[in-house]
């Protein structure tokens, strides 16, 4: 193989992963997130919070992306918009996959607990759970009302920003 290959394999290897964590979703956290940092302090964020909390919360919630792409791969499969993400295509496996989350989610909590705040760290795996299992694993098969689950754990991307900031 030559160089050339095996570099356009690793990075449609690393797209592939990259694809898991719902980046279009993911985006839309992190910026509500950010919003909840500049509305916790009437001057400008610390530059080390607004980066690794950022990051922090990006990472967990890239794992929970993850995790609902593995937990509705089978739905996924046969949904004309879902169909072409990697779990279905066979892109990367269950077992990858399933890895790939805890070591990106963990990072994140880790991050979130090491440079940021314990409270952030908490309330950012709480949203971890209520989303990727409340929501996904246990309510959504079984009640049309796992919205309100789901709905909650959407509304808390500004209140990680805000206590990734005040630490309250």
Not at 13 to 31: C, W
Request: aromatic share 8%; proline share 6%.
């Amino acid at each position: 193989m030559t160089t050339s290959v095996v570099w356009h394999e690793t990075a449609s290897r690393i797209n592939q992963f990259y694809r898991l964590t719902k980046p279009r979703v993911v985006s839309l956290i992190v910026f509500t997130a950010v919003i909840g940092m500049f509305m916790a302090v009437p001057g400008a964020v610390p530059m080390d919070i607004l980066i690794l909390g950022t990051v922090g919360i990006a990472l967990v919630a890239g794992a929970a992306a993850a995790l609902n792409c593995l937990v509705e791969q089978k739905m996924d499969a046969v949904m004309a918009r879902t169909k072409g993400r990697p779990l279905p295509q066979g892109k990367v496996s269950v077992p990858e996959t399933a890895f790939f989350l805890l070591i990106v989610g963990g990072l994140g909590l880790f991050i979130l607990y090491e440079w940021v705040n314990e409270l952030t760290m908490w309330l950012t795996l709480a949203t971890f759970v209520g989303y990727a299992i409340i929501y996904t694993v246990i309510l959504k098969p079984l009640t049309p009302q796992n919205i309100v689950i789901g709905g909650a754990s959407g509304a808390m991307p500004p209140v990680l920003g805000w206590t990734a900031v005040t630490g309250a």
